[in-house]
């Protein structure tokens, strides 16, 4: 945000998140999108490019899929095309789902904010973010370390996980799936630019870059090499000026 001054910004906590409310309802991506809309109007923008990254990609995705209208630009900062990557997972595309193995063990319930909230779960947080750096002693460790913080109880874990528990509920309850398809129905109308940093061990680049097929248009890929999965924190710079091109 520091390296784009001229431009007016909104950065806020997603529903669960720390410094918002955390309601025990409400995770779910129909939910979290109208939250989205709901900002947008709150605020009185018209037609903001939409800046996502990891979950807020997800979130971007279905949103642009829903309310194309209320933005101008879509912008996805290493996140895959929610459908394209459930067929990943599903299909095991370039060892997808080997990728991410944290998403079977957070359908635990309790167990995995429970241990998260530990000293050692913080440590193991930690490490899962310098981890998947791109280059060594790159990643902004302060961010991280303010982050991971955070996450002293359970309760301040919870509704984080929350969103891969219903998102996995999505894929495998009849209705809920079915709703989400009727979704995918409608082709994203605006721009979309997929910003890539090629070192992402968590999501295939082999898998995102077919993301187009189910947004339903082509889009931009810019990729990044030599960077890792959390480019805002490893190389805000670049981010910065592939962001400063479409304002």
């Keep these: 945000m520091e390296s784009l001054p001229q431009a007016r910004m909104y950065a806020p ?56 209208p209320l933005i101008r630009h879509l912008v996805v900062v290493n996140c895959t095309h929610p459908r394209t990557l459930a067929r990943a997972v599903f299909h095991v595309e370039d060892w997808q789902p080997f990728r991410i193995p944290w998403v079977p063990f957070f359908e635990i319930p309790l167990l995995p904010e429970t241990f ?18 791109g280059q060594k002693g790159t990643m902004n460790r302060a961010i991280v370390d303010e982050m991971v913080a955070r996450f002293q109880k359970a309760s ?6 929350e969103y891969y528990r219903q998102f996995v509920s999505t894929q495998f309850t009849k209705r809920k799936r079915a709703k989400l398809e009727e979704v995918y129905k409608t082709p994203i109308s605006v721009p979309i630019t997929l910003v890539w940093g090629m070192k992402d061990g968590a999501l295939s680049s082999k898998v995102a870059f077919k993301s187009g097929n189910d947004a339903g248009r082509e889009i931009e890929i810019r990729p990044l090499p030599g960077i890792g999965h959390f480019v805002d924190l490893e190389a805000p710079d670049q981010l910065a000026q592939e962001i400063k091109r479409l304002l």
């Design 13 to 68: 906590d997603l529903r669960g998140y720390l410094g918002t409310d955390r309601p025990r309802t409400g995770y779910d991506v129909f939910t979290l999108t109208d939250d989205v809309k709901a900002l947008i109007e709150a605020l009185n923008l018209d037609r903001p490019l939409l800046l996502t990254h990891d979950w807020g990609g997800a979130i971007g995705w279905i949103f642009s899929h829903r309310y194309s």
């Design 156 to 161: 301040d874990v919870a509704p984080i996980i």
């Design 116 to 133: 998260i909230a530990t000293s050692l779960g913080r440590k193991l947080l930690r490490w899962s973010f310098t981890s998947r750096e």
